[in-house]
């Protein structure tokens, strides 16, 4: 589907998203799911991009893709207004500075122990003395920063430093994006999932508050259109993500 976006001026509205007449798309790479690299300085391809581009297209302005490997930073160039959108995870520490769309796709975070670990749930997960890995900044970060009250949480640079820090035995805990975790696990014996997730993670495009009323409007009904037209299923499925769940349409009312 190719419905304009609702503005009785396009070029007025593209002014607003895109105000220096390119849309700057910030992309996070730390996330596998939404976008990556298939070789080193390579351009980003994944999901993300995809909805970058098609949102350029129906401006009508070219895109700049501008990369990061964690989503803190992706999230602050859009607040600080050195790019006009992302994709990020909708959370309430992120919301100054920023307004989001209704989630576009949903991704399970899950929590990583060794083989031999007792821990058998994810309700054992908050005691006293037990030392939780997350990548700082991400989404998880900020949800089991709310709702560990015993745990120590120890934030890393990424989702590689976890895992390594988990193997050395410098955190016993190491929460994630649990499909990224699923295939640690299948290369890797000594290690398991515990079963279900912790938090449903809601990925969702941004755009920095400043931009008003009608760009966040138009924002928002991008994304249930991409949704609703399979735009969104059929980018899992061209770059071949699994483990991710396209988000059910928003009733504004």
Do not use: C, W
Not at 86 to 101: S, V, Y
Not at 157 to 179: M, P, S, T
């Amino acid at each position: 589907m190719n419905r304009p976006l609702p503005s009785s001026d396009l070029a007025v509205l593209a002014s607003t998203m895109a105000p220096t007449g390119t849309l700057r798309a910030s992309i996070n790479l730390g996330n596998p799911m939404l976008a990556r690299r298939d070789a080193e300085r390579a351009p980003p391809v994944g999901v993300s991009v995809d909805l970058a581009q098609s949102l350029g297209r129906r401006l009508g302005v070219p895109v700049e893709l501008i990369a990061f490997d964690k989503a803190a930073q992706s999230v602050e160039a859009v607040r600080s207004e050195k790019a006009d959108v992302g994709f990020f995870a909708i959370d309430p520490a992120r919301g100054e500075g920023l307004r989001f769309t209704a989630p576009y796709l949903l991704i399970e975070g899950s929590y990583l122990v060794p083989s031999a670990s007792a821990f058998l749930s994810n309700d054992e997960v908050d005691r006293a003395g037990l030392r939780v890995g997350v990548g700082s900044g991400s989404a998880y970060d900020l949800f089991l920063t709310r709702s560990l009250q015993a745990a120590h949480i120890e934030r890393l640079f990424n989702a590689q430093a976890v895992v390594d820090a988990l193997r050395a035995g410098r955190v016993e805990i190491a929460a994630g994006i649990r499909k990224q975790l699923e295939a640690i696990t299948q290369a890797d014996t000594a290690l398991r999932l515990l079963p279900g997730g912790f938090m449903v993670i809601q990925q969702a495009m941004g755009l920095p508050a400043s931009r008003g009323e009608d760009a966040t409007a138009a924002l928002a009904a991008f994304v249930e259109d991409m949704k609703a037209s399979g735009f969104v299923a059929d980018a899992l499925a061209r770059h071949r993500i699994e483990g991710g769940e396209v988000a059910p349409a928003h009733n504004a009312s």
